[in-house]
């Protein structure tokens, strides 16, 4: 047993700075970072302590880590589009809210506000992961396609596909709402 925890103890020596790294490249956040940086040399004691056959330790700790970053993103929420804000063309912060109607407007205005707010987070929770991931990066947290594609290793053509087909359904989905509200005959007459 001694050898054994010798051996843990080397690999999470030689190992720990190399894939901190690896895994701070991927996640923004370095509380969670370290966090899965636990897991992974916690899941190499316990395969070790189950005696589990581990051929390339290298190769195994960083599919680990590839899996716990996954599940981290999974797990967490996307921001609700109700928090989110955009840059105007002065520089000054838009709050989604600002672009919907008052709380104050009446009933009417709140419940339009609120389907308003249900649908768009509804057909953001619809899109594939890849797709959501990629436009909240880049609409809601300002992430450039550049900083995206050295981050998780895709290339730019991808990621602007993906946020493509993003926008595409919820263009779609959001094109009812409208239509509910204001009426499939009346689009044309807004458009003057």
Request: hydrophobic letters at 35%; a negative charge; charged letters at 35%.
């Amino acid at each position: 047993m001694a050898e054994q925890d010798l051996q843990i103890s080397e690999i999470v020596q030689k190992e720990r700075s190399r894939l901190r790294n690896f895994i701070r490249r991927r996640v923004p956040d370095p509380a969670d970072a370290e966090d899965i940086v636990q897991e992974v040399f916690y899941e190499l004691v316990e395969a070790n302590r189950l005696l589990m056959p581990i051929e390339h330790v290298t190769g195994w700790l960083y599919r680990v880590a590839r899996n716990r970053i996954t599940d981290l993103f999974r797990k967490k929420k996307p921001e609700l589009f109700s928090e989110a804000a955009v840059e105007d063309e002065n520089g000054e912060l838009l709050h989604i809210e600002d672009l919907l109607p008052s709380p104050d407007a009446g009933p009417e205005g709140e419940y339009v506000r609120n389907v308003v707010l249900e649908e768009l987070e509804l057909a953001l929770e619809e899109l594939p992961d890849e797709q959501r991931e990629v436009f909240i990066a880049h609409e809601l947290e300002g992430h450039s396609f550049k900083e995206m594609s050295e981050e998780n290793g895709v290339s730019i053509n991808t990621l602007l596909s993906r946020k493509r087909y993003a926008v595409l359904h919820l263009r779609e989905r959001l094109q009812n709402i409208y239509d509910d509200f204001v009426g499939p005959g009346k689009r044309n007459e807004t458009k003057k």
